[in-house]
């Protein structure tokens, strides 16, 4: 059974350009969270998707945008990047009706120079 | 708001050794506790949970139990292994904050021989 799959696992981009990440949840799950960790530091959360819908937002400009399709997976964008966007970012995934349910991915490794 | 700290590390112990890793919280409402463990390169795995009051979780060894007294939730391991090098990370969430995880800092674990 796989788990929660991240593309890609690496990348770098420059300052000011804009970045798509992407995640596939769990078999079974329907719902998709994304965190931030910045190096050295624990995860933040960014925003959760349920029914194709943000339900939750942390405390994060609008410069980050996701979405999710109808097969639960879920994209991230950041806009703009900053170097401090630099950063872990990883995608959990639960089932909507069974909370702390969740199954994270091992993230993919965003670098802005 | 809802926060999570945890004692600095790295904390460096011998095979063998008691392990304690300290963890407060404070938080709105009755919140549900975790402990997670990331292994170099890979994302969060959940370590254990407990979700009231004089819970006790455990897993592998390792145990914390849920302190509304001291709002703590220290983990112990009785005699650490190599393979118990990593970083852990205390975690908190509420059903009124929509079940988003807070994170603490993490605190790295090196076991040596």
């Known amino acids: 059974d796989a788990g929660v799959t991240q593309s890609p696992t690496h990348l770098i981009k420059t300052r000011g350009q804009q970045v798509t990440l992407r995640c596939s949840p769990k078999?079974?799950?329907?719902?998709v969270s994304w965190y931030q960790q910045a190096l050295g530091q624990g995860p933040q959360f960014i925003f959760q998707?349920?029914?194709?819908?943000?339900?939750q937002r942390g405390n994060f400009p609008d410069r980050f945008s996701g979405h999710q399709f109808p097969n639960y997976s879920s994209e991230l964008n950041v806009n703009a990047l900053l170097l401090g966007d630099s950063a872990l970012y990883l995608c959990?995934?639960?089932?909507?009706?069974?909370?702390?349910?969740?199954?994270f991915g091992s993230g993919t490794r965003l670098t802005v120079v | 708001g809802n926060s999570v700290t945890q004692m600095e590390g790295p904390v460096t112990l011998s095979e063998e050794a008691f392990l304690t890793i300290n963890c407060t919280y404070t938080?709105?409402?009755?919140?549900?506790l975790f402990w997670y463990v990331q292994y170099p390169g890979e994302g969060l795995q959940l370590l254990l949970k407990?979700?009231?009051?004089?819970d006790k979780g455990s897993n592998k060894g390792f145990e914390a139990t849920y302190r509304k007294e001291t709002t703590s939730f220290h983990l112990e391991k009785g005699s650490v292994q190599v393979s118990d090098s990593a970083v852990y990370f205390c975690?908190?969430?509420?059903?009124?904050?929509?079940?988003?995880?807070?994170f603490g800092t993490g605190t790295q674990l090196k076991v040596e021989l």
């Open positions: 998707y349920y029914e194709e819908e943000e339900r």
């Open positions: 078999s079974g799950h329907d719902t």
């Open positions: 975690a908190l969430s509420t059903t009124g904050g929509g079940n988003k995880l807070t």
């Open positions: 407990a979700t009231k009051a004089d």
């Open positions: 938080a709105t409402g009755y919140p549900s």
């Open positions: 959990a995934s639960s089932l909507a009706m069974v909370p702390y349910g969740y199954t």
